[in-house]
């Protein structure tokens, strides 16, 4: 502090006449080295010189340029800057961005909402959203004392300042009980309800609220829209039972039905709240206590369409590797948005640790475990996708190129998409029958692995011993049904706890797997295609144990020149980035087609593809036209389709199927009874 | 040769070193220098060549040809101040939360949680006027960019970057009182629409905090957030607010157990919430259609916090001239919206447009007339207004105490709400005819307002010249005759508004024409629902005082000075302690006289009574004020003023009992500070 006002005032008497004492300084200077190439006999005069100048010299010296003033002198022209550049930013007219934009790429197309409007579209029916998993945000109601001050702060979603403040605290927070899947005791985490809670996942970074924007252009606002925000990290009964949240959807379904005039809803799931909804519609008329006491036609008064948005009916692989070694490529959104989160160095090597003992609290994640079996997902040998072709530069805009190729690819026997995980790259190639797989199903776990060097990152795995581990090693190859069978031996608590609450097979006797009976009901899968999906992994072991998660996905495998579906250790197939066409399409082109056994009043199912487009220039932010599986919630092919439904339309008006993908051969080849 | 080498290694380093600390240091190296070279005389030339090479590379380097600007100075200074400021903060960051020493008052849900209290009864909030935050959902091109952004609350940016589009967003149409065309704001939903008005300035923020604190979440409260602009019935007209609200209770109702709700209104919110009661039982389409038993099934208790019931003074004045001194907070949180230098002169005309479309004023114009409010010679307060007990109410007579307290007690007409002219508002009644000459006078200079005032249009333009004399003639107004001067002025609003508030007393209350719903939010008007155990608290403050009635005067004729009333801010009560500045004050908290707080509890309802058949019980709960002590206390636990005593501990531990379950028996019954009682006795209502 003293140095710091010392340096100020010596600044400040420097800048009163700087010129001069600089000539100053160069006069005496000049003079010194004038006397010092005299002869030795000036020396001492030199020197006497020197000592009569040392004083000034010390004074002069002081008021220098040092390297605090340069270091002060920076900051202030920065914050300046700064300053000055935000003082223009918010002095700048808000349409000036647009301006900007329209000069450069032309002419925008109006938002959906403007064009519609325009049309002479008015808002009808109500909406409802249910958001996905992640997506919503999570907002702290009561906590440990390391949570001070967080009261009614949202821990997930916005700025995520904690997760860098104090990141061990805020694990602690967002992690459930082990036992019960709710609450740790002392601590309640809370969904954010209203449009808040997902129309931003983070600042800027938008979920719905591009949807709710231009649904608002054609006169829908609060009372006519509502969020069915959950907490994500439950399981779908548990939202009930701890928040009562699926009767509140009720009621208020049933509130903005009755003011609207009788108006039927339109509900917009999107990625899990296509799940959650599916639960909500068996819930809702199932009697109580369990279910809501809605009775058997409640579904057909209230709900006129579901329009799911990248909806994993069918699960998606993403979430076996995200269970398996907390690896998959982005299962949480988290890494895109904080990627410093997962980087290893911010708590040392325990991140995944960490990140695999949250998520593994989680039983959301589990309802997103590949549904089916090998019916669904292929066996060993087969998969419904096989013959994808897989150009991975070309892949997104080029479709006819991808049928052509198909052919040739068909012949080499194509890629084995049906194993899911397998160990090591031959494996994943090899015939069924040259794979010799040993049963880990009875083996012995061994000894706990992990002692108390692994700190309080506990994970599952410590509970299992090598021999364990090489024993799931040893099976080399898992299809979707034998999957679970690998999740039950490695997360054996996750997976009791959880199977309480999903299944995972095709029923036989679909007695409550069935759609509800609203024959005037219509159901839309719209989903993007044309980004390469994860499919399917290639593991291998950790290099090191002690505290590791034994596996990892081998990120070294990549595929020769004619695969390109394997890179980095992951098959990819086509979908939109995080569901799989197959998932996300199967329901709506063949399961619940015409009149089956899933769907026995024959709703009308719909799919609308929306083919990728990556944004052209930086200036789109998130495009227009995207199919990734968050950004398509800004495609505005898609917003025009719901805005048109929402304001009456029926599925035939909209266009009925708009398909770019292979789904309706895929599903061909599934071999379902109906 | 050593010492040579020595003296090349220092020259060669020095350029290095950037800082002076170590000028000293350097001093003495060059002393020591140059003995060495007295000393070395045979090696002084070889020095004297290094010397001469060194020093002038020395010099370029350490000063490049830069001088110390201005604009160096400034950047310094600038940056030092940044850093300085970050540094504060990071320390501040640093500290721990609570520094010894200054450990805060432990929050009431932490005691109350420790003695075994805990979330029993869902809990209603009904915010009142003005604390509501509201949002645009649809808007002019001079809106840009706010889409579902808030208009009011929050930091109110938008007043000072552009006030014209601010004012016309916030505006209702003039003729239907609801959104102009081609504008929709809309109430804020959620708990987050109140919680705090502007950043760091709560309203029930630390309630809710403490309710959190004995198990309450998000699925056992509720903000019953409504647009405060709308009549009470027009909110369920446009945005079917109060059939959510319905909805939202049996909701609550029935997924905790079948526990009836604990509703807290405050402010309007009260008047609201009575609204509702009436509406959930009446049948569709005007009402809710809940049945008779509705409000017995779903109501445990209503606590309503600085309730208006009977109106306050304060809408009067800023009907009038836009003037009362802060029936919005605007005047409190944005004073320089109302400082004329922003708009011009205009501020206050805008001001009056704006808040003239807004029907809920109307609703806070007091009701009962003479009868509760007092009459030209009559009121029933005899409030001595002693400058000792009251914060901010420094007394400006040389009187000795004694003698002021004594004079007041004969003087103040509190009954004669408006009056124009000091001496109007004290000599007696008969008197008037002799003022009335002398004024008259004056009038006819004013100049007629000039008509190239431009867009601010307030109805007082539509008025001749010779209403307002007759406005001024009459001298003053009692709470009876005020609608009427209301009705003159404000010709359109009136009109429009009286569709929806009523402000009598009914003689008959069996009358089918109290079935209208204008009557729903008048307590003097409707009988209150059948629910023998439902309970009724009046919570208030008391202790600051507040406005009653006012002296009014002539505007002082300006060019664009449209409202040719304000109030007379010269007039004093020299022997009257409790006029200052134009404005009687009383007892009260700061914005709600204790009359209209507390006579529906203290009598209107207390028993059974025609207002109140079933014989509902009442409390009358009074928070005697307390200014903060220090600045650390932030509003004080112990306010008692209209909106820091959402802040008062022993209010928030009175509502979290009763939340949880407990009876007005063990929460102690009545508890009053203030005359309540002797008022109520005065006032001769049928009961």
Same mark, same amino acid.
């Given at each position: %502090? ?11 008497k420097?800048s009163?006449?700087?010129?001069h004492?600089s000539?100053?300084?160069?006069e005496?200077?000049?003079?010194e080295s004038e006397?010092n190439?005299?002869?030795?006999s ?12 040392s004083?000034s010299?010390a004074?002069?010296?002081?008021? $220098?340029?040092?390297?605090v003033d340069?270091?002060c ?5 920065i914050?300046s800057?700064?300053?000055f550049?935000l003082?223009l930013?918010?002095?700048?007219p808000p349409s000036f ?5 329209e ?6 197309p ?13 808002a009808?029916h ?5 958001p996905?998993?992640?997506?919503g ?8 004392a390391?949570?001070e001050?967080l009261?009614?702060?949202r821990?997930?979603?916005g ?8 990141p061990?605290?805020w ?5 459930l ?8 005791? !002392? ?6 309800s ?18 709710i ?11 006519n829209?509502?969020?069915?925000a959950?907490?994500?990290?439950l399981?779908?009964q548990?939202?009930?039972v ?5 009767s509140?959807i009720?009621?208020?379904i049933? +509130? %903005? ?7 039927k809803?339109v ?8 799940l959650?909804f ?11 206590p369990m279910?809501?006491?809605g009775?058997p ?7 006129k369409a579901?329009?799911n948005?990248?909806?994993p009916?069918?699960?998606?692989p993403?979430?076996?590797?995200? #269970?398996f070694?907390?690896?998959a490529?982005?299962?949480a959104?988290a890494?895109?948005i904080a990627p ?11 991140t995944l640790q ?7 609290t ?5 309802? %997103?475990i590949? $549904? ?7 066996g060993?040998?087969w ?5 994808h072709?897989?150009?991975s ?10 049928y052509?190729?198909?052919?040739? #690819?068909?012949?080499?026997?194509g ?16 015939r ?8 880990f199903r ?6 706990? +692995? ?8 506990? *994970? ?8 364990? =581990?090489?024993?799931v090693a040893?099976y080399?190859?898992?299809?979707? !049904?034998?999957?679970?069978d690998?999740l ?5 608590k996750?997976?009791k ?5 999903f ?7 679909l007695?409550d ?7 005037d009901?219509?159901?839309?899968s719209?989903y ?14 950790s ?6 998660i034994p596996?990892?996905?081998d990120?070294s495998?990549d ?16 979908g ?5 066409v197959?998932?996300a399409?199967f329901m709506s ?16 199912t719909?799919?609308?593809e ?16 995207s199919?990734?599986?968050v950004?398509?919630?800004g495609?505005f092919?898609?917003?025009?389709d719901i ?10 008006? =909209?266009?009925?199927?708009?398909v770019?993908?292979?789904i ?11 | 040769m ?8 220092l ?7 950037c800082?002076?600390y170590?000028e ?7 002393k020591? #220098? ?12 070889s020095?004297?060549?290094s010397?001469l090479e ?13 001088e110390w600007k ?26 721990p939360?609570?520094l ?6 432990e929050?009431?849900?932490?005691? #109350?949680k420790r003695?075994g ?27 840009d960019?706010l889409?579902?952004q808030?208009?009011?609350?929050g930091?109110?940016t ?7 589009c601010?004012?016309?967003?916030l ?5 239907t ?6 504008i929709?704001?809309?109430a804020?939903?959620?708990l ?6 502007a950043?760091g300035y ?14 309450y ?11 405060w602009r709308l009549?009470?019935q027009?909110t369920?007209?446009r ?13 609550m109702?029935?997924t905790?157990?079948y ?20 509406w ?9 259609g ?10 445990k208790?209503?606590m ?29 949180m944005?004073?320089? +919206?109302?400082?004329s ?13 704006v808040?003239?479309?807004?029907d ?8 009962g007339?003479?009868?509760i409010?007092?009459n ?11 400058s000792?007990?009251?914060?901010q109410?420094?007394?400006k007579?040389n009187d ?6 004594f004079?007041v007690?004969e003087s ?26 002398q ?5 006819h200079n004013?100049t007629?307002p000039v ?6 249009w *307030? ?5 001749s010249r ?5 406005v001024?003639e009459n ?14 002025i404000a ?16 003689d ?24 023998p155990? %439902? ?5 208030y403050?008391?202790g ?9 005067k002539e505007?002082p004729p ?7 009333l ?21 007892d009260?908290?700061?914005?709600v006289p204790?009359?209209s707080?507390?006579f ?12 109140n ?17 220090n600045l650390l ?5 112990e ?8 802040g008062?501990?022993?209010?928030i531990e009175?509502i979290?009992?009763?939340v949880a !379950? ?5 929460l102690g019954?009545d508890k009053?500070y203030s005359?309540?009682?002797k ?9």
């Open positions: %502090m003293a140095i710091m006002r010392r340096r100020k005032g010596g600044g400040g420097r009163e006449n700087p010129e004492q000539d100053e300084n160069k005496k200077k000049g003079k006397e190439s005299k002869s030795g000036a020396n001492l005069n030199v020197n006497l010189n020197l000592n009569l100048h004083g010299v004074k002069k010296s002081r008021k $220098k340029w040092s390297c340069g270091c002198w920076f900051i202030g022209c914050c800057m700064w300053w550049l003082f930013y918010n002095a700048m961005p647009q301006y900007v934009t000069a450069i790429t032309g002419p925008l109006d938002p959906p909402g403007v064009k519609l409007a325009k049309d002479g579209l008015k009808k109500p909406v409802v959203f249910v996905g998993i992640v997506t945000g999570l907002e702290l109601w009561e906590g440990h390391c949570a001050g009261f009614r702060k821990l997930w979603g700025t995520f300042g904690e997760v860098y403040k104090r061990l605290c694990v602690e927070h967002m992690s009980d082990n036992e019960t899947g709710l609450d740790p005791p !002392g601590i309640k985490i809370r969904p954010v209203g449009l808040v809670a997902a129309d931003y996942f983070a600042p800027g970074y938008f979920v719905w609220a591009v949807l924007a231009n649904l608002a252009r054609i006169g829908y606002e609060d009372k829209m509502y969020m069915a959950y907490d994500w990290r399981s779908f548990n939202t009930e701890r928040d009562q949240t699926l509140r009720k009621s208020n049933e +509130l %903005m039905v009755a003011t609207s005039g009788g108006k809803v509900v917009v799931p999107h990625s899990m709240g296509v959650y599916l639960h909500f519609m068996k819930w809702v008329e199932a009697p109580k279910g809501g006491g009775g036609n409640w579904c057909a008064e209230h709900i579901v329009m948005i990248g909806g009916f069918l699960g998606v993403k979430a076996v590797s995200g #269970l070694s907390a690896e490529k982005d299962i959104i890494r895109a410093g989160v997962l980087d290893r160095d911010v708590f040392g090597f325990q960490h990140v695999m003992r949250m998520t593994r989680w039983d959301s994640t589990m309802s %997103m590949p $549904k089916g079996g090998d019916t669904i997902w292929g060993l040998d998969s419904p996708e096989e013959g072709a897989c150009s530069k070309k892949n997104s805009n080029d479709q006819i190129a991808g052509n190729r198909t052919e040739d #690819l068909a012949n080499s026997g890629v084995k998409y049906g194993r899911i995980i397998s160990f090591g790259k031959d494996v994943a190639d090899l069924s029958s040259d794979i010799g797989s040993v049963d009875g083996a012995f776990k061994g000894n706990n +692995l992990a002692n108390i060097t692994c700190r309080d990152v506990w *994970t599952e795995y410590h509970d299992m011993g090598i021999g364990g =581990i090489k024993a040893d080399k190859v898992y299809t979707a !049904g034998s999957i679970l690998l039950h031996f490695v997360a054996p996750m997976m706890r959880g199977g309480a609450h299944s995972y097979g095709i029923a036989d006797d007695s797997k069935k759609l509800p009976n609203a024959p009901m219509e159901i839309f719209m993007g295609v044309g980004i390469p999906t994860e499919r399917a992994y290639v593991y291998k072991f290099p090191a144990a002690e505290c590791f596996f990892q996905i990120t495998v595929g020769a020149d004619d695969n390109h579906c394997l890179q980095g250790g992951v098959y990819s197939v086509d939109d980035e995080t569901v799989p197959l998932s399409g082109a063949k399961g619940w087609r015409g009149k089956t056994r899933f769907n026995p009043s024959g709703i009308r719909f799919l609308r929306y083919n990728h487009a990556p944004p052209t220039t930086l200036l789109e932010g998130r495009g227009t036209q199919g990734a599986h950004d398509i919630m495609n092919a898609l917003i025009e805005i048109r439904v929402a304001a009456g339309a029926t599925g035939e008006e =909209i266009g009925g199927d708009k770019h993908s292979d309706f051969k895929w599903s061909e080849r599934i071999k379902l009874r109906l | 050593a010492s040579v080498l020595r003296f090349r290694k020259c060669f380093l020095e350029p290095a070193k800082s002076s170590d000293k240091i350097k001093k003495t190296d060059k020591q #220098l140059f003995e060495t070279h007295k000393i070395d005389g045979k090696n002084y030339e020095a004297n060549v010397l060194e020093k002038p590379n020395k010099q370029h380097q350490r000063r490049p040809p830069k201005c604009i160096d100075s400034c950047c310094w200074t600038i940056g030092l101040l940044c850093t300085l400021w970050w540094l504060l903060l990071f320390v501040y960051h640093c500290l939360a609570n010894p020493g200054l450990q805060p008052p929050p009431p849900g932490a005691r #109350l003695s209290v805990t979330a029993l009864h869902p809990v209603v909030m009904v915010p009142g006027i003005v604390t509501g935050g509201l949002e645009l959902w649809e808007g002019r091109p001079c809106s960019g889409f579902r808030r208009l009011w609350g930091s109110f938008e007043i000072f970057k552009r006030p014209m601010w004012l016309e967003h505006s209702l149409d003039n003729e009182g609801l959104d102009p065309p081609g929709r704001v809309r804020v939903p959620g987050v629409a109140a919680d705090y008005f950043p709560f309203v029930w923020a630390i309630l809710i905090e403490n309710l959190a604190r004995i198990g979440e998000g699925k056992n409260m509720y903000m019953a957030a409504y647009d009549s009470f027009n369920e007209t945005d079917q607010t109060l059939s959510r609200l319905k909805s939202k209770i049996e909701l109702y029935a905790n157990g526990k009836k709700v604990v509703v807290v209104p405050h402010s309007m919110g009260v008047l609201y919430f009575l609204h509702f009661m009436k959930v039982e009446a049948p569709p389409p005007m009402g809710g809940g049945g008779p038993g509705w409000c017995a099934k779903h109501i208790s209503i309503n916090i600085g309730p208006a019931f009977l109106g306050v003074p304060k809408a009067v004045g800023n009907i009038l001239s836009a003037e009362s001194k802060d029936v919005a907070f605007i005047r409190a944005a004073p320089g +919206l109302l400082d230098e922003i708009l011009g002169l205009q501020t206050l005309e805008h001001v009056m447009r808040s003239r479309t807004w809920s004023i109307i609703s806070l114009v007091p009701k007339g003479e009868t409010w007092g030209l010679d009559w009121s029933p307060e005899d409030h001595a207004c002693d000792a007990t009251h914060r109410f420094d007394m007579g000795t105490d004694g003698r002021r307290g004079q007690h103040t007409k509190y009954g004669r709400i408006v009056s124009f002219g000091k001496p109007a508002s004290e000599v007696h009644s008969s008197e008037f005819p002799s003022l009335r000459s004024k008259k006078g004056s009038l004013a007629p008509a190239s005032c431009g867009k601010v *307030t109805e007082y333009d539509d008025l010779e209403t307002i004399s007759k001024f001298k003053a107004y009692t709470a009876g005759t005020l609608l009427d001067l209301l009705r003159t010709p359109k609003m009136m009109r429009r508004a009286e569709a929806h508030f009523s402000h009598g007393i009914a008959d209350l069996d009358d089918p024409k109290y079935n209208d719903y204008k009557y729903w939010s008048n307590p003097l008007e409707t009988k209150l629902p059948e629910a155990d %439902m309970e009724i608290y009046c919570l403050g008391v600051i005082p507040t406005e009653r009635s006012y002296v009014y505007s300006g060019r664009c000075k449209s409202i040719p304000q109030i007379d801010s010269s007039a004093d009560g020299n022997k009257n302690g409790c006029l200052k500045g134009g404005v009687y004050f009383v009260g908290d700061e914005s204790v009359l707080a507390g529906m509890c203290a009598k209107g309802w207390r028993g059974k009574t025609r207002f058949p079933s014989g509902i019980a009442t409390y009358v709960r009074e928070y005697k004020h307390k200014a903060p002590a206390e932030g509003r004080g636990l306010s008692g003023a209209h909106v820091d005593i959402m008062n501990v022993a209010l009175d979290l009992r009763v !379950g407990a009876s007005s028996v063990e019954g009053i005359d309540i009682m008022m109520s006795e005065k006032i001769n209502v049928r009961l």
